[in-house]
């Protein structure tokens, strides 16, 4: 059975197709620049890549192209072969628990819902009626990335605000990335051979965020109501005195939005090294001995070990650490400095084996009392997986 895998950005949709229930990657690829000039597109099959410059005018232009070119790569030669569309929607709210196949009353729930994610929510809206105007004979799936952390005990989801503030306005904490943390936890317990575990998975990309999982279930994660709080990430500051927005805006006349903007896309690895949000940049400028790198480096480090051991704490110990997503998976020294920091946890690097980039590995030493592992994530592997399951 063919299944797609499709995550709509507001001028972007990637997608992957995989055969089901093999888990077969069969096409790859991503639109870019949708409604935009210079719109293109690229695919990867059969290791070889592909970019094709076009006019994409909409996201159902997109599925469009999208489905001629798995005819013309001979990937299925009749639409009817595909019987599932899985959608990332980044915001499920209080409402899901778990993947859903879509219907009217979904969407809607996601439209109503796109209060807590403007960006996300709506793009996915466009993805979901693109594939079902294109791919009519498919169901639909909607995989979200809040759903992994619905798990949470109240005392873990709620801020210390009024308990009106949460009923109301549902202000809470509903975390990110749960299909990459539950994608990473469930493949570390196929590695220990066990699932009554306790793991302490750190998605480090762009967006990081760490999460708490005991026997495969979720119990707290660093994310909050937004995807910016917990750690520093590449842009984003995480954890801040929330009062610093309205010191602002009563001191130096800034606007909501433009504290927002600054706190989301101007702040992380690039606010205080001055030079990149890219973990790569900020490993060159520490080599050229640069010193606002060097602080980053620090800085972002720290809040990573600060949150191991508070899940440490919380989970009462802890039978693996996984790293995943860009630098969790590549950055050998952001790994390095973390499980160093982790010595009085009795953690004991294996440095030699942590010298690996995108790879499945153990990077402790037999004799470290928690191993880690690199565990590469499959963020489109984990919505098919979910499509397929509910098909
Ligand atoms: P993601 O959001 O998971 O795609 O992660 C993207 C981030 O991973 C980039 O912005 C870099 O900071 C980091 N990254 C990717 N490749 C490497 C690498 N080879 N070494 C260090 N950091 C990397």
Request: glycine share 6%.
């Given at each position: 059975m063919k299944i797609l895998s499709v995550n709509a950005g507001s001028s972007s949709l990637k997608f992957q197709m995989f055969e089901m229930p093999e888990e077969t990657r069969l096409i790859s690829g991503v639109f870019e620049?949708?409604?935009?000039?210079n719109s293109f597109y690229t695919i990867k099959i059969n290791g070889e890549k592909i970019k094709k410059e076009k006019e994409i005018k909409n996201h159902k232009e997109a599925f469009t192209t999208l489905l001629e070119e798995l005819q013309e790569n001979n990937v299925?030669?009749?639409?009817?072969?595909?019987?599932g569309v899985g959608h990332r929607v980044v915001q499920g709210g209080e409402y899901y628990n778990k993947s859903v196949v879509i219907d009217n009353e979904v969407k809607e729930k996601i439209k109503e819902l796109s209060i807590l994610a403007p960006l996300h929510n709506p793009a996915a809206l466009i993805g979901i009626e693109a594939s079902e105007s294109v791919i009519p004979g498919a169901v639909n799936v909607a995989v979200f990335d809040t759903s992994f952390h619905q798990t949470m005990p109240i005392e873990n989801y709620?801020?210390?605000?009024?308990?009106k503030w949460a009923k109301?306005?549902?202000?809470r904490k509903y975390g990110a990335h749960g299909t990459s943390h539950k994608y990473v936890s469930a493949r570390m317990n196929e590695i220990l051979g066990r699932t009554n575990t306790k793991l302490i998975t750190c998605h480090i990309g762009n967006g990081a965020s760490i999460s708490a999982v005991k026997d495969g279930i979720c119990?707290?994660?660093?994310?909050?109501?937004?995807?910016?709080?917990g750690l520093m990430m590449g842009t984003r500051c995480g954890?801040?005195?929330?009062t610093i927005v309205t010191y602002l805006i009563n001191n130096?006349?800034?606007t909501a939005e433009e504290i927002e903007n600054v706190m989301n896309k101007e702040s992380g690895l690039l606010g205080i090294?001055?030079?990149?949000?890219?973990s790569r940049d900020i490993e060159d400028g520490i080599s050229k001995g640069n010193s606002s790198c060097i602080l980053a480096q620090k800085m972002y480090v720290k809040r990573i070990v600060e949150y191991i051991a508070k899940y440490y704490v919380e989970l009462g110990g802890c039978d693996a650490i996984v790293f995943t997503a860009g630098l969790g998976e590549n950055s050998i020294s952001t790994r390095r400095e973390i499980l160093d920091a982790l010595t009085v946890l009795g953690v004991k690097i294996d440095t030699e084996a942590n010298e690996v980039r995108g790879e499945e590995k153990?990077?402790?030493?037999?004799?470290?009392k928690i191993p880690a592992y690199i565990i590469p994530t499959d963020e489109e592997l984990m919505i098919s997986r979910d499509t397929y399951n509910l098909i």
């Open positions: 620049r949708i409604g935009m000039e299925v030669k009749d639409l009817n072969e595909i019987k709620l801020y210390a605000l009024p308990m109301e306005y549902k202000i119990i707290n994660t660093s994310m909050g109501l937004t995807p910016n709080a954890d801040i005195d929330a130096y006349n800034m090294s001055g030079v990149s949000s890219d153990l990077i402790t030493l037999p004799s470290s």
